[in-house]
């Protein structure tokens, strides 16, 4: 028998059955079992032997097992499905301390709060609060070293998109300005528990240094905000969400009043994002 208790446990199906965690739609739970993609996720942001590791939604805990495996110093596991808080406590039970079980909303957390930097986030994000969640992770970049997360598909690529096409949007703007974009690797419906209806991928993204970002992401959200929703309009009328005058501020910074919102290059918005803060 391995020394290890955490690589002893039997197989995650049995948590499953013992604690009746039955995935739910309402909560975008899908939980990935296997093993080999789980430590392939925990890999990916490199050594774990440092600060916090920060789990959202483990489920029955099979990517905190991975990351234990893998050598995290200290896990939190945050879990807003009290069923699945059970089934955790469990296994933090046999981590020798490394792991902290946190019975809460994430999207109310204060991700600083949650343990010593380096900070990193580590998930198989619930479907239903992905974005929210990572718009919001976004905001507080200066307490975050390092996100590995997976999300449906169709989001991963409009994080990943570029100016001029389809997937290009307000989640693209905000993520690449903020962070370095790294596409990892795609999972297939049929390794989750239920099987969505969709591929998920697995997305690496890095805060850039603070100097390299704006201070403050209110004006980006803002003015993306009011072109993106009305995408198909030019940016002379769709603009007039976040200007009193936007034709005058497309004019002063050079900026086509015919171009539509996806034409728009990073620097581009930036530049409006530094008008609309000044405004």
Known sequence: MSADPIAALPPLRETIARHGLDARRSLGQHFLLDLN????????????????????????????????LEGAARVVAVEFDRRAVAAM?????LADGRLQVVEADALRLD?????????RIVANLPYNVATPLLI???????????????????????????????????LSVLCQH?????????????????????????????????????????????V?????????????????GAFTDPLAVLHELGLRPEARAEELPAEAWIALARARAAA
């Open 37 to 68: 993609l789980t430590r392939r996720i925990a890999r990916t942001p490199g050594s774990l032997a440092e600060g916090t590791t920060i789990e959202i939604g483990p489920g029955p805990g099979g990517l905190t097992r991975a990351l234990l």
């Open 89 to 93: 406590n469990e296994l933090a039970a």
């Open 111 to 119: 991700i600083a709060a949650l343990g010593p930097p380096p900070r």
């Open 136 to 170: 919001g992770w976004l905001r507080k970049a200066d307490a975050i070293a390092d996100m590995v997360l997976m999300f449906q598909k169709e989001v991963a690529d409009r994080i990943a998109a570029t100016p001029r096409t389809k997937a290009y949007g307000r």
């Open 178 to 222: 903020v962070c370095e974009i790294g596409a990892r690797f795609d999972v297939p419906a049929a390794a989750f528990t239920p099987p969505p209806k969709v591929v998920s991928s697995v997305v690496r993204l890095t805060p850039r240094p603070a100097d390299q970002r704006l201070a403050e992401l209110a004006p980006l959200e803002a």
């Open 224 to 240: 993306t905000a009011a072109a993106f929703g009305q995408r198909r309009k030019m940016l002379r009328s769709s603009l007039g």
